[in-house]
Structure formats: C-alpha cells, structure tokens
C-alpha cells in the first residue's frame, strides 16, 4: 500500500522505499533545510514531517528501525529525532541502500547519538548509494557491503539486497 509509509510490528519499525510519482519528485529535491541545526536533504525531510506527527501521537518505542532507499533516509530523520526530542535511542538502526542524507553536520551529530547502533547495508554497483552525487552530502552509520551485479539501476532492488543479505548467513 503506497499510502502507508510505514509500519510497526514487534518493535521494529520499517519505512519503504519511494512507492509514488510524489514521493520520487521529492527524491530528486536536493536542495538541504535545516535540522536541528544541521542541513538535510528537502525531499526527504519533506516525506518524513509529512509522517512526523503520526509518529508523535503513536509513539512507537522500536528497538530497531529500519528502511530501504528514501525509507531508509526517513529512518535516520526519524531516529535522530527520538534521540534528540524524547531522549530514546533504539537498539538498531538499519538502513538498505540508503542515500546520503545530509551534510557533514548532520553526519556528526547522527554519529555522535546513533552511530554505533547504526548499519548501512549497501551495494557499490547500486546508483542510488551515491545520490545525491554532491560531496556537501554524508552517509552515516557503518557500512556492510553486499554485492550483486546487475547494473547501476537494475542494482537498486530490495528482492537482491533480501538475498544477498540471507546469502551472509
């Protein structure tokens, strides 16, 4: 269901990728907005703070978040505002084939509440890891690396990440 952005069951909490011709205009807006004072990617604060006061009222305690492509950027807005806002730092937080986020502020700040509870589960063949392709921008978390060779675009797609990821076990 492309309207429901997330979902929490059993204390995890997951954010899909980009399911709709909005959420893939707001992908592309790279210009960065302010959060708690660091900058971020437009788009994908857009997509979170359209969903942020949900999340508030529900108040979900997850002791893993996890998301995939631009669900994975929602993660990690998410996840640093509970820990800055409600002082709640889940267990784990993993992101699969996520885009850079913000800038070098951000990447400090994140790091300095969340990093070592954080994964970046990526394959270097996957276009979408490099976005947006602008030094001003910083991936957080500790990377794994998963490979599958199925070109640049062909590369972004949650069924391979799944199997290459089951294939580690």
Known sequence: DE????????????FRGTASSKELIQDFQIYKQTFHDTRVHSGFLAVYMSIRDDLVDQKPRPHTIIGYS??????LLYALDLSICDDYKPSNVICVASPRVGDDAFRNLYESHLGD???RIENPKDAVVHLPPFP????????LQVHFDEGWFLSHS?????CAIKSMH
Request: aromatic share 14%; net charge negative.
């Open 158 to 162: 949650l069924e391979k990440y799944a």
């Open 117 to 119: 509870r954080t994964i």
């Open 3 to 14: 309207d429901l952005f997330y979902h929490f069951e059993n204390g995890v909490l997951a």
């Open 136 to 143: 001003s921008y910083s991936h957080v978390g500790t990377p």
């Open 70 to 75: 631009l669900g994975s950027a929602v993660a």
